[in-house]
């Protein structure tokens, strides 16, 4: 028998910061963590923040349908890759997290432990050509289920930020990032397919798609490179590209029209995949969430800054189609997507 | 029968947003809520950041041993209050707030625009005279308990920071704020007391004591003018005198002798709620939390801002003695603080 795991009910705050600290790396903080709060530079005199959460069983699982366990590494990754995103879609540049872990008394120590490591690594990793970012401060606490919640700033370098509402008719919509493939890679993990299985046979496929959802890479040094290109709005897809290109519209005041074509050549890469799992490889690309790509307008003369490629066009006008048609006349279903 | 109560799972997103935001007041940001993230200003060029948690059941019960119900307003309010705290403990002033909430389903929808007013009165009333401040941004998701995990951000408008590490010996120590109140309305929640009897019966005493558990007024305008003063170290006591004067002395390598005269006098305020309890009022002043004062230690010729009162003495050496005692010896349990 295995000796019994060791678990976070039987040590103390002190003792489980002691194996958290030294997994997070060295910190950019001019003062922290260990203070009541850390210091941190605002060189631009404005600072970008916002605030993302992860709960389990609302926004992961520890054991998925398909026998699938979700390491702590994949929950600090996308913890650190969903807040970065944020910063990323502004324009800006990622300053610092700070964290703050609920824990069930059960959870194994070991798996905090990964969850440290797979934050501070999608920190250093999304971060490296851009800035200077790392976790400088956190909170530990009891309750019934994980949540994960981390707070980021960033830096806008003097620029502008770039909003949601800036985009003008005759813009050019452009994306960079995956799209769809955390739709994909959630559809595996919620499939009746055993994973075990999924992961010997088909792990070009089925599990580069599951590592999409749990370890999604956004594409963090694009944000400010697009804003330097002079990019009229932007956001990143965390809803899904129709919803989200929706908000664009909405906030500027146009209509945005997706392109056919370009959709359906991504969807094609899903096709697989969708054959697999009997679904629809469109509905992942125009709904899927969790990608956190960035999609931004530029004026019609910008240069599209390198891994930015042209998806649609800004009209005067209101709502969000494809290809001239709206998405429901294509397939997609705005409550399913 | 009354009607039923609408409850946030028969609500989307949106429309729950829609009852939080109005209920929050002006935004003191640049640019937000509403966009991926907040640009709020960083006059300074540095910024200061934490973050802190609350967790039903852990942190508080929507019902109480005694027949207490927690609004919601005050779980806004006492998170508001914790988090400027620790802006306020680096002599720092707040400038903003980010808020994550996690709600399960049944959560009444009244409770939760309840918490959003409490949130904004808490952050209004706490920093009139410390700056301008409000919550810019936030996320909202579904878990089985109720959490609420709000980042602060302060600007420390030219100063150094003043942290736990630079007292010295000589350091006169000074503290201003409650002092064992929040403890003793724990104590009097967590009692087989009928609350409300208590209220009725005793509500200047008992009732206030309450009242400081669960809305907390820590002194957010004097850890700048401490800062000003000279503080060479402050916290904010947030887990018992005793416990966070050790932090000083240790993060600072020095001796904290604290005034038992002094302390006795604040024991002796709530020693009609200890003796209706059944407890000991100088457990409380030593050992409870929660009151969010500021400790702070001053060089001996300074003048202590109006609100501080000398508390204790700096000297060479380790550790926390009361009177020259060692807590235990005077009764005082760190395990049982």
Redesign the interface.
């Known amino acids: 028998m295995p000796p019994e795991a060791l678990t976070v009910d039987q040590l103390d705050e002190k003792a489980l910061l002691a194996r958290i600290f030294p997994r997070l790396g060295p910190t950019t903080a001019?003062?922290g963590p260990g203070?009541?709060?850390?210091?941190?530079?605002?060189?631009?005199?404005?600072?970008?923040?916002?605030?993302?959460?992860l709960?389990?069983?609302?926004?992961f699982r520890l054991l998925w349908p398909s026998g699938y366990r979700t390491t702590g590494y994949n929950v600090g990754w996308k913890c650190a890759a969903q807040n970065l995103?944020?910063?990323n879609?502004?324009g800006?540049v990622p300053t610092?997290l700070?964290?703050?872990l609920?824990l069930p008394g059960s959870t194994d120590v070991a798996w905090v432990e990964d969850l440290a490591t797979g934050l501070a690594a999608g920190v250093q990793s999304l971060t490296l050509n851009a800035g200077h970012c790392s976790v400088?401060?956190?909170?530990l606490?009891?309750?019934?289920?994980i949540?994960v919640?981390a707070?980021?700033?960033?830096d806008?370098e003097g620029r502008a930020?770039v909003?949601?509402s800036g985009a003008r008719p005759g813009d050019v919509l452009a994306h960079t990032g995956a799209l769809g493939a955390a739709a994909a890679g959630l559809a595996v993990l919620e499939s009746s397919l055993d994973y075990s299985i999924v992961r010997e046979e088909e792990n070009q496929v089925l599990a580069g798609l599951v590592a999409s959802q749990n370890r999604p890479h956004p594409p963090v040094h694009l944000g400010p490179r697009a804003a330097i290109a002079g990019a009229t709005a932007m956001?990143?897809v965390s809803d899904g590209l129709v919803r989200d290109a929706g908000r664009i519209a909405r906030a500027s005041g146009v209509a945005i029209d997706l392109d056919a074509g370009y959709l359906a050549s991504r969807a094609e890469v899903l096709a697989p995949a969708a054959v697999r799992l009997g679904a629809d490889p469109l509905a992942w690309v125009l709904g899927g969430g969790e990608d956190h790509g960035l999609l931004a307008a530029f004026p019609p003369d910008a240069v599209l800054p390198e891994g930015f490629v042209r998806i649609g066009d800004v009209a005067a006008g209101e709502g969000v189609t494809v290809g001239g048609q709206a998405p429901s006349t294509i397939g997609w279903d705005h409550f399913a997507g």
Chains 1, 2 share one sequence.
Do not use: E, K
């Open positions: 001019l003062v203070d009541d709060a850390a210091v941190i530079a605002a060189p631009d005199g404005r600072m970008v923040i916002s605030i993302d959460t709960v389990q069983d609302a926004d995103s944020d910063i879609a502004m800006a610092s700070v964290v703050s609920t400088v401060g956190g909170d606490g009891r309750g019934s289920q949540v919640t707070a980021v700033t960033g806008l930020p909003l949601r956001l990143d």
